[in-house]
């Protein structure tokens, strides 16, 4: 399995932007979904943004919709999660996942991912 490191998590004034990076040991393939994933402690873990492996669209959840965008390289080794316009409840543990139609659905605005991988997590704290 495709081991999955993200960074670029960290500290960001209300307003602006973090860019995440997810970084594959191996390729992805078409035919997987990928997409990040946040989780406040306590909380149920949000799907924010993915990428379908059925045709490749993408879907955003509401809240972060025209300020997030997730993309992916041309060689399918990494993944990015531009952040914009940041605000504090965006603060959370961000997870980048891939899957290939088996493990966890993760609910994403209109749509769903399948994951059964998962990164370790980045955190992004939106404070003052």
């Known amino acids: 399995q495709v081991h999955l490191v993200e960074s670029g998590g960290g500290l960001v004034q209300p307003g602006g932007s973090l860019r995440l990076s997810c970084s594959a040991s191996?390729?992805?393939?078409?035919?997987?979904?990928i997409g990040w994933v946040r989780q406040v402690p306590g909380q149920e873990r949000e799907g924010i943004a993915c990428i379908s492996r059925s045709d490749s669209s993408t879907t955003y959840v509401d809240s972060v919709k025209g300020r997030f965008t997730i993309s992916r390289d041309s060689a399918k080794t990494t993944m990015w999660l531009q952040m914009n316009n940041l605000k504090p409840e965006d603060t959370a543990v961000y997870y980048c996942a891939t899957g290939a139609g088996g493990g966890t659905r993760v609910v994403v605005g209109p749509g769903d991912c399948w994951y059964d991988n998962w990164g370790q997590g980045t955190q992004v704290t939106v404070s003052r």
């Open positions: 191996g390729s992805f393939s078409d035919r997987i979904d």
